[in-house]
């Protein structure tokens, strides 16, 4: 059984960074993006062999979420075309190729000569809350604070980038009296 | 493993049985007299084969038919993570979680399905389709929150059981009714339908046919199925019920739910994708966040 689980989390390990490498190697935005898309969906299985299930299960959730919106973006802003045709994903790739190839050596010799230390104790029964412990534990108030503080980074970005806002839509008075009378969408915020 | 095989073939089995009924009850609310819905799957599915299966101009094949051909199987796992009375085919300490990624793993397939097409159409479908799900999505997710919360737990076994004394429907209405509008929104189907809209020729659908368009339409019908038997375990009861075994109460409160909102879908006219975005996050939202919180009020009350 102990092998078995190792041969999955190689797979999963092979699949990821092998997804990881054809990100670069396609030449067309869509499937770039879910070849990434699929590079975390192995990661988020590695993590469910590791017995992360909620963790897991949530790495799969939110980056195949954020990888189908991604891909608009990638599609509309990537590229003088917009990213509709063939177009190479890599630029100043020398210097990208070696960095990125140094770092995965520098990581990956880290990984497998740090003299991890034995396991002492046996395994807790609630592995998740553990990890977030161990991440967080001692560093929540920043956590909370920080959370709130980009949630309303995010909600300052988009209402200071959007174009037309309720006032545009509905008038000074939010009445819809004095609003632009040529608004074909009608839709957005009011 | 032969366990294994027998329980995958029920699923498939579930999964057709259900989208059948959704197939029929659309055509039923469209018009059709009972036998003639009743036997709408078997025809269409018949003429579609029958159909040469073709392709367009510099498609990007490989996503296209990835995108199509995902649908089915992801509402095969929704359905496995259903508990039939006993145990789920697949158990998992956080089923409400894999149910909710597996809902959003159907973003991927539509717009990819939109995508691989290579065709206008098509892609305006797909871009259509992500810009609902941007609006039921979240709603949806807290909607989730609220079985979840009142259980104590993300396991779906557990969240049937918390339902002994009261259905989850009956305290937390908001929460269902977000619920449903969330399985129009991943089946694609009735005020939720505008990326598959007659207007734009079909949109995602345009350029199927044959047997790629048929396992998108059924996997449309069965993702609305598994969607309304995985409101079962969250929100009426589970198999709780008297006389029937705990399967078949799962399988039949499943089958009524997915006929009750296959009907009303298609009764309904499409909403424009602009147009739902606004209520649905500047009311809905905020009506389910307030229905977590009384949850949790009433929770900590009740202790």
Partial sequence: ?190 | MAEALVGSVGLVAVAIGLAWLSCAATALAGGATPVVAGLRPAREGVRLLRQRRRRTVAADLHLWRAGGWALVPSSVLMLALVPLGSRPALTSDVGVVWANALDVAVWAFVWLLGWGANSVVSLVGGYRFLALALGYELPLMFALVAPALAAQSLDLEDVARAQSDLWFVTWMPVAFLVYVIGVLGFSTRGPMSASVGREIGGGVLAELNSVDLLVVRWGRHALLGAGSALAVPLFLGGGAGPWLAPWAWVLLKAALLTVALAWTAARLPTARPHLLMQPLWTFLLPAVVVQDLLVGVILVGGR
Wanted: glycine share 10%; hydrophobic share 60%.
């Fill in chain 1, 1 to 190: 059984m102990e092998i078995l689980t190792t041969v999955a989390f190689g797979i999963c390990g092979l699949v990821a960074v092998g997804s990881g490498v054809l990100v670069f190697v396609f030449d067309s935005m869509a499937r770039a993006t879910y070849a990434l898309a699929l590079a975390f969906v192995a990661t988020g299985a590695a993590l469910l062999i590791l017995q992360q299930s909620y963790l897991g299960a949530v790495v799969i959730l939110m980056m195949v979420m954020e990888m189908a919106v991604m891909a608009v973006y990638m599609v509309m802003f990537m590229g003088m075309n917009p990213a509709l045709m063939p177009m190479s994903m890599v630029h100043s790739h020398r210097a990208a190729l070696g960095s990125a190839v140094a770092v995965f050596v520098v990581l990956a010799a880290g990984a497998l000569l740090v003299p991890w230390p034995e396991r002492r104790s046996a395994p807790s029964e609630e592995v998740t809350r553990d990890l977030g412990n161990a991440i967080m534990g001692s560093h929540m108030l920043v956590m909370l604070i920080i959370g709130v503080v980009m949630a309303a980074t995010i909600v300052v970005g988009v209402v200071l980038s959007s174009a037309r806002t309720r006032y545009d839509r509905l008038g000074d008075d939010l009445d819809g009296r004095s609003a632009e009378r040529d608004d074909a969408g009608r839709g957005g915020a009011r």
